[in-house]
């Protein structure tokens, strides 16, 4: 997947489930490991497993699952 759709992909799903301060940076001249990060808070615990679980879900569907997932059970 392209990286511009694969941000959006990302944007959308958290914004669907209204994250709070979602920002994307462009890391790509500080690392070799990836070119963007984005960064999203929730209002609670169960808020934030929400997010995560939302964005795991959207990604399958658009056929880009995640290789991992850390830090489920603690949100």
């Known amino acids: 997947?392209?990286?511009q759709k694969l941000r959006?992909?990302?944007t959308n799903a958290l914004d669907d489930?209204?994250?709070v301060n979602?920002?994307?940076m462009?890391?790509?001249e500080l690392t070799d490991v990836?070119?963007?990060l984005v960064i999203a808070s929730g209002t609670s615990n169960r808020h934030v497993k929400s997010l995560a679980s939302n964005l795991c879900m959207?990604?399958?569907k658009a056929g880009c699952p995640p290789i991992g997932v850390e830090g489920e059970n603690g949100g």
């Open 58 to 60: 959207e990604a399958k």
């Open 22 to 24: 979602t920002v994307t």
């Open 8 to 10: 959006k992909l990302i």
């Open 17 to 19: 489930l209204k994250a």
């Open 1 to 3: 997947m392209e990286p």
């Open 26 to 28: 462009d890391v790509s």
């Open 34 to 36: 990836t070119d963007h």
